[in-house]
């Protein structure tokens, strides 16, 4: 097993993906922020405002996603089909969780910008909030399922 | 507590700071991701090119906490006067820490550009990696110590 | 009266503002887009939807204010104090108004900044209902007010 | 008819794309900015740097247009065959017309490209030419014709 | 011969490739920086640290290369298939010399995105080493070689 | 003597500036462009288009150097005061030469701001003149001189 970001001297590249097909490919990632219930009352908040902070969260992260290949050095752009991103607010365990969709029609996956999206919907989660307390915690973040492309099926 | 995001309306705004003082700010945030044995190997590699995933991440990581303005959308954009990215892997615990340290001198602090700076170096390290072990996870994102500004220090 | 943007022998520049005073300063703009009435009811609509149109639109226009200096030529970066975007639907005239409320403590102003928070916001109304019609048609943005630095106040 | 940009849920999302063909599409917008005889006469004053003005929000015009997708948060990234914009002076109306012409090869059409391509072309102008007069106003921008795509043909 | 980025009235546009073919096309281009010995040694020195300054620069390079249609106004946005950045040190010349080889699938070449390559990487190294001399000089740089597309190979 | 942008264990750090005087800075960079005489006098032509292509690489130039952060990795984001760009055209040398010239008021200086705004506005150049000629090469790209901060005055 081998890092495909380095060529044989060990340096890094952008691997060359110009041999590979252009299929349809999926990925989901998803992730949380542990808030205290000050926090989560703010976002769940019974006022005409609810679902603002969400809100922002949601667009953060979908343009992000767009952004990836400008945030991680070895990731090829790739116009995307379709981005989407859930949240879930479980009161109980002081938890909100993410779920980033991404699909595109191309010649390599799109894994980063499904984790990209997550990680930067919840950074605004702890952006918008951290006013009220600063120990929130992001974790969690890892792929769940992958389509298409040579690797095939993925799910954690 | 309230969201300070928000105006009297429940409005996203992007806060008012030409009242605050300027003053030298700090924050130190770190996080973690969690790899396999191959993983580990591949990135402590006895060979030339040991390092270069971690010094990939560290730069796409500064990079990024420069960056932090555009991805986070309340967020003021700070010239930074320094950032600073170490890595920590622990073979036994099969986990890759990061910690980014970010200072300013201006009207609001650093923090979402240390968490940025974390998270997008880690995110970095799962792309690098990926080949080998896509269920890699990312965690433990926190903001570590906070110094400066009206709220005084904070530690985790 | 010269255009400033201009150096003796005619050629563009980013004008020098070495010498000119750090002030507080001010602007406001404002703009519309005429809706048709299917338009003006899907943003208004009674769902719990209500408004995310409107809250896509905000956080668009806070992000492009941010960018304003990416996107205009010779505008200089101006790190932003604040940055407000509110919108008033009017059903009778079929009309959208957005204002974007901007303060930047530094040499030059922040006019280009409100106009743009304005300018991305309506185009952003429009991205997400042209499904519905695609004759909207946006106009009316100018600046209403200005405040600070030597060319003193301002009103439309 | 739905807004398209939102989920089952009423959640904004990036739409799904990828079922769609892939065809040539155009699309032309325009808009126009409304000027004193002072600034007319300086964007069309009789010596060598005519044309500057315009010339410089051309170009921002072009580059906006390929921008799109980082300023409206549910646009696709889409790669464009050709940009081109056009400015049209009328002395007598005070006015300055911009057109954005714009073609891609993909899924989805590239409307918002031509409409920010017009957009910031004429907050250009507005930009290089507030010395003289902060009085300007932008207006009637506006989607002119639109071809390509399952939705057909389109004049406004 | 004549200039393609301007239309019949000399007014610069972004070319139509509508009616191009998409094939696959590469480009190499290369340059140089001269260095005193004093920055040579710093950049190769024996220390664990070596290769960091390159290490950095590729990685610049490699971002630049993607960011071109960003940089260059009349550019189209290309997603590029590779990007390989290689550097060679001559301590008797006094030269780093950097080379980056680019490939895309598209109506268009990758020339400007390998010439961006490699000028970002140089001023990159300028800028890690410019404490220790500042009269280093970058030159050199040259598209080397051109492949795909209807205008065939291409040797410098 | 040393490299300031690596830590005590050699690794990359964007420079702690907080203890540094903001003072006035400027800094002057030049370079050339050795192009065929078709490009020359496409570039000098006759027409009333003459000087579109110094124009379009001036404000690419201009722009560039605002995102200098961006593209240089361990770069400082710096609010520049003035950015100004100019070329001269020698028919018998068959050179263009750009001098770009950038000023702030900071805590570091504008050196890689001056050298990014002269390569990317020659970069320009060539993009809008390689249909005629693919062999033109850019070169002699160096700081001219330096001014403000604690190292003082620099001439090359």
Same mark, same amino acid.
């Given at each position: +097993?081998?890092?495909?970001?380095?060529?044989?001297?060990?340096?890094?590249?952008?691997? =060359?993906?110009?041999?590979?097909?252009?299929?349809?490919?999926?990925?989901?990632?998803?992730?949380?922020?542990?808030? #205290? #219930?000050?926090? +989560?009352? *703010?976002?769940?908040?019974?006022? *005409?405002? /609810?679902?603002?902070?969400?809100?922002?969260?949601?667009?953060?992260?979908? +343009? *992000?996603?767009?952004? !990836?290949?400008?945030?991680? $050095?070895?990731?090829?752009?790739? $116009?995307? =089909?379709?981005?989407?991103? %859930?949240?879930?607010? =479980?009161? @109980?365990?002081?938890?909100?969780?993410?779920?980033? !969709?991404?699909?595109?029609?191309?010649? !390599?996956?799109? @894994?980063? @910008?499904?984790? !990209?999206?997550?990680?930067? #919907?919840?950074?605004?989660?702890?952006?918008?909030?951290?006013?009220?307390? /600063?120990?929130?915690?992001?974790?969690?973040?890892?792929?769940?399922? /992958?389509?298409?492309?040579? %690797?095939?099926?993925?799910?954690?």
């Amino acid at each position: +097993m081998e890092l495909t970001h380095f060529d044989e001297n060990g340096k890094a590249v952008m691997v =060359d993906v110009s041999g590979k097909n252009v299929t349809r490919r999926t990925a989901r990632a998803a992730g949380k922020i542990r808030v #205290s #219930s000050g926090v +989560m009352n *703010a976002v769940l908040g019974g006022s *005409a405002e /609810k679902g603002d902070v969400l809100g922002a969260a949601r667009i953060a992260g979908i +343009m *992000a996603a767009k952004k !990836t290949s400008e945030l991680i $050095p070895l990731c090829h752009l790739l $116009p995307l =089909d379709s981005v989407r991103i %859930s949240f879930e607010c =479980d009161k @109980e365990a002081g938890t909100i969780s993410a779920e980033c !969709t991404v699909s595109n029609t191309g010649k !390599t996956g799109v @894994e980063m @910008e499904a984790l !990209t999206g997550v990680s930067v #919907s919840l950074l605004t989660i702890y952006d918008m909030c951290k006013a009220i307390d /600063k120990r929130m915690e992001i974790g969690d973040i890892r792929l769940i399922e /992958k389509h298409g492309g040579k %690797s095939g099926d993925f799910y954690a």
